[in-house]
């Protein structure tokens, strides 16, 4: 059974910074598109920022561009996303989650894409 638990969220000021975690068990993923999104209060979810499953290649929303950065570490089985220059509007709960299919960059912004999901992480960033 595939597990993502996403760590590392809590509450700062605008312009800190906040590194994500998302740990990986029960299946090996090291070939498997992850990826970020976040859900705000009274809002859809959306994309964040994904890693290729090669892991050379990454994608990110345009709201995020240049302050965020996912990496992923297969010997640990984690995925990061990187937060500086965080601003109020980032606030939100969090999740990590894992493309079923290896070798396969397509759609990445797509949540139908995305088999497995953490349970979220909450991020708040006070103004």
């Known amino acids: 059974q595939v597990q993502l638990v996403e760590s590392g969220g809590g509450l700062v000021q605008a312009g800190g910074s906040l590194r994500l975690s998302c740990a990986i068990s029960?299946?090996?993923?090291?070939?498997?598109?992850m990826g970020w999104f976040c859900q705000a209060p009274g809002k859809e979810r959306d994309f964040v920022a994904a890693?290729?499953?090669?892991?050379?290649?990454?994608y990110y929303a345009d709201s995020v561009k240049g302050r965020f950065t996912i990496s992923r570490d297969n010997a640990k089985n984690t995925v990061y996303l990187q937060m500086i220059s965080l601003k109020p509007e980032d606030t939100a709960v969090y999740y990590c989650?894992?493309?079923?299919?290896?070798?396969?960059?397509?759609?990445?912004?797509?949540?139908?894409?995305?088999?497995?999901w953490g349970q979220g992480t909450q991020v708040t960033v006070s103004s």
């Open positions: 989650a894992a493309d079923g299919h290896s070798y396969t960059n397509s759609n990445y912004r797509w949540e139908k894409k995305y088999e497995y």
């Open positions: 890693i290729g499953w090669s892991g050379s290649t990454t």
């Open positions: 029960g299946r090996t993923l090291t070939n498997n598109v």
